[in-house]
């Protein structure tokens, strides 16, 4: 896990995504969607707590019951939705882990009580997708702060997915479209990067740079 504060001109590359009502953004790539945010958690699923479940702990293969899981860096809650407090932290003793819900079980994401956010959720959140099954693909079900949610049809095998939103993102439900639970398929995900929307200087600098260049090609 770090904790970064991106800024400068690099996110410029905000106002290229498509926007959706009410301020909000989705990204297929993350160097884009990183811009976009202030400060920023990632978390790759390598801080020690992750490495030692509480029911079970091995050298490939940790499981953790949703509090435990919850508690460990503190600034996601982790809630299976297919199988009861299944979530697995994975991956080759000593190397790069990631994570699952039983890895083909259904789970949310809530953004509630994180540091780069407030009560009503998170600006900006994103993940590396590294499998999602062809013969059922999950969506990403997603829970602004004023309660309205958007449902998002994710591509098989591995991709990058984020949203920003001047609403806040309150959770992000990965299982079946609008919502539903789900102990079948098979998703994996990395690198959780979740993050607050850039101070307001670096937001008017931009615009201000981008008048200029609309007077600059107008001539």
């Not at 059922?136 to 991709?159: K, R």
């Not at 309150?170 to 998703?187: P, Y």
Request: with cysteine.
């Amino acid at each position: 896990m770090k904790k970064t504060t991106v800024c400068g001109l690099g996110a410029a590359l905000l106002f290229a995504v498509p926007a959706l009502a009410d301020g909000t953004n989705q990204y297929n790539d993350r160097t884009a969607f990183e811009s976009a945010l202030g400060t920023i958690v990632l978390d790759d699923y390598q801080a020690d707590g992750y490495l030692h479940g509480d029911i079970s702990d091995g050298g490939t293969l940790d499981i953790h019951t949703n509090a435990h899981m919850s508690g460990i860096l503190g600034e996601t809650e982790y809630f299976t939705t297919g199988f009861n407090n299944w979530n697995f932290i994975f991956g080759p003793e000593g190397g790069n882990k990631a994570y699952c819900a039983g890895c083909n079980g259904s789970f949310r994401l809530i953004f509630t009580s994180t540091s780069v956010g407030t009560a009503s959720g998170v600006y900006g959140a994103g993940f590396d997708v590294l499998s999602n099954s062809s013969a059922l693909p999950y969506h990403a079900f997603i829970t602004f702060g004023d309660n309205t949610t958007l449902d998002v049809a994710l591509p098989s095998g591995a991709s990058f997915f984020g949203i920003t939103s001047k609403l806040d993102i309150q959770s992000i439900h990965l299982g079946l479209a609008g919502g539903g639970f789900t102990t079948r398929g098979q998703f994996q995900i990395d690198n959780l990067t979740i993050g607050n929307i850039p101070a307001p200087g670096v937001l008017v600098l931009l615009g201000l740079a981008g008048f200029a260049s609309r007077r600059r090609r107008r001539r």
